[in-house]
Every structure is written in structure tokens, then in C-alpha cells.
């Protein structure tokens, strides 16, 4: 009985979906500005702001995931070879889980930005000595946008990340 009903249990039981963001990260000289994206209206969560990212289709890794939502989105294409490291984990109270990457990014690559209006209603270029200033907030103000939630959560483990390397 019981390996039975473990079976039945283990197909109705939910999956955690699986997402991929990058953070790009814009270096002009000494300055460096974190790139997110205004979710378009229309789609979950819309008016909030995020990194590139999305679910990690059959046979792609997390890494591919994240570059192939960061062309679709920003337009931007880069390989994840590219990609400086991951961040933790985010785990929401869901159960979905987020692979965070991180990402540089040429003022050049920015120049030609073509969002996808169906995904992205702004671009939003922060300078990275907002989130510096306060690293452990749970959000973060910006030009009438509030950054919070799991967004505000890559950038705490980012600004950690970016202070014990001493930028």
C-alpha cells in the first residue's frame, strides 16, 4: 500500500519551476550601473522591476536560460561563457526556485537596447552605488519603482559578493 500510494503522491505531487535571471552589470570606467527591466503590462507581476530571466526550457541549461531570456527581452546576446559566476539560489515561498547569474556588459552592447514590448515596458540603468549605499534593505526606491522581492534579494547577495571583493 504504501509504495503505492508514494508513486500516486510523487506524479500529482508539484514540481518547483525552475528560473534563470543575469544580472547585467554596465562598467563605464569606474562606474558601474546594475541593468533591470519594467515588467510590461499584460504579464505577471507587471510595473514590477527585474532582471532578464525566465523558465529553463527542455535540454538548456540554467546559464543558457538566462542569456536566451536576456536576448529576448533586451535584446542583448551574450554567451554564457561570458557570465562571471552565479549568485546563491533564490528559493520563494512557492517552492520555485531562481539560478542568478551575473554578468558585465559594454556601454556599447546597452547602446542598441531593442526591448521587447511584450515583456518590458522600461529599462531602468541603476547605479550601483544606490544599492552599495544600503545593502541589506529589502527594497530599493528608484524614479517611482520599488526593487523588491526576489530582485532586491540578488542584489543583497550581489552587493555582498561585490564588497568582499573590494569594488
Known amino acids: 500500500m504504501e509504495n503505492a500510494l ?5 506524479e500529482s505531487g508539484r514540481s518547483a ?55 529576448e527581452e533586451l535584446g542583448i546576446r551574450v554567451d554564457p561563457a561570458r557570465f562571471l559566476g552565479q549568485l546563491p539560489t533564490v528559493h520563494t515561498p512557492l517552492g520555485e526556485k531562481t539560478d542568478v547569474f551575473v554578468c558585465v556588459v559594454t556601454p556599447e552592447e546597452t547602446s542598441g537596447l531593442r526591448s521587447n514590448p511584450a515583456e518590458v515596458s522600461e529599462v531602468l540603468r541603476v547605479p550601483m ?12 526606491p528608484f524614479r517611482g519603482h520599488d526593487i523588491w522581492g526576489m530582485t532586491a534579494g540578488a542584489i543583497r547577495h550581489l552587493c555582498a559578493a561585490w564588497m568582499r571583493a573590494g569594488l
Open 17 to 71: 519551476p525552475a528560473y534563470a535571471v543575469v544580472i547585467p552589470v554596465i562598467r563605464d570606467g569606474e562606474h558601474a550601473m546594475l541593468l533591470l527591466e519594467v515588467r510590461a503590462a499584460g504579464i505577471p507581476q507587471a510595473g514590477d522591476p527585474c532582471f532578464p530571466g525566465g523558465r529553463i526550457e527542455a535540454g538548456e541549461t540554467p546559464a543558457q536560460a538566462a542569456a536566451r531570456e536576456m536576448a
Open 129 to 140: 552605488e544606490l544599492f552599495l549605499s544600503r545593502p541589506n534593505d529589502r527594497s530599493f
Open 6 to 10: 508514494r508513486e500516486q503522491l510523487a
